[in-house]
């Protein structure tokens, strides 16, 4: 499903991603954790084609919906019509109510970006990227700063609502990388490969 093989990448003299290799299958639930500043971010840039390598390839399924670091909505639409985005085919509205009422944003529809909470950002995001119904998800830090109570509901929610795709998760916290992925890698600098925890 996702093949890396001696991916490398540098910003001018600073090399981010050192000769990684990894193989990830299909269903497959996979949590990176590595220190701030150490290239996950770029990885999952390199993985959707936001960037390209300088070496190395990346063979993987397509079909990829990627949550960014930074809850992005579009500010000129609706919580509703967000959603409604990235649907195609027939009764666009109610299947984005439908997302919507999953994630807990009922009531929301009508509400701009700027007159909701960031949690109810993140929400919005998670239903929009679960509307596109793709294979494999990106997650990069989906859950942070959001209170106990959201981020332990929202996480509950999310791996119901992925049993069948491939996920790969950027987290800090380990509770939430055992609670969504059977697999945890632990990175260091250079995207070097430092230990892998199976759950
Ligand atoms: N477009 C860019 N140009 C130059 N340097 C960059 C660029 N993008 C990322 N970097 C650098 O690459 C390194 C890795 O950044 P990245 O965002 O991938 O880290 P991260 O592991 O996601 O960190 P965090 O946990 O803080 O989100 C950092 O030193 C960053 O400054
Ligand atoms: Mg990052």
Redesign the pocket.
């Known amino acids: 499903m996702i093949e890396i093989l001696h991916l490398s990448k540098s ?1 001018g003299s ?1 090399t ?1 991603i050192r000769n990684l290799s990894l193989h990830i299958e299909k269903k497959e639930k996979v949590a990176f954790m ?1 220190p ?7 990885l999952f840039r390199l993985l959707s084609g936001l960037e390209s390598p300088d070496s190395g390839s990346i063979n993987a399924n397509p079909s990829m919906a990627y949550i960014f ?1 930074e809850p992005r909505l579009l500010p000129e639409f609706t919580v509703l019509e967000n959603v409604m985005a990235v649907l195609s085919g027939k009764n666009k509205r109610e299947r984005a109510q439908n997302w919507l009422l999953a994630v807990g944003m009922a009531g929301h529809e009508q509400k701009y970006p700027d007159q909701i909470s960031g949690g109810m950002a993140q929400r919005t995001v998670l239903a929009r990227a679960l509307a596109s119904e793709k294979e494999i998800f990106l997650l990069d830090e989906p859950f942070q700063g959001l209170d106990d109570e959201s981020r332990k509901e929202l996480i509950a929610l999310t791996g119901n609502l992925l049993k069948n795709q491939t996920l790969l998760l950027i987290t ?1 916290n380990e509770e939430e990388a055992r609670a969504l992925c059977s697999r945890i890698l632990y990175f260091e600098e250079g995207m070097n490969l430092r230990a892998e925890v199976h759950t």
């Open positions: 910003y600073h981010v590595a701030s500043g150490c290239g996950k971010t770029t670091q800090h």
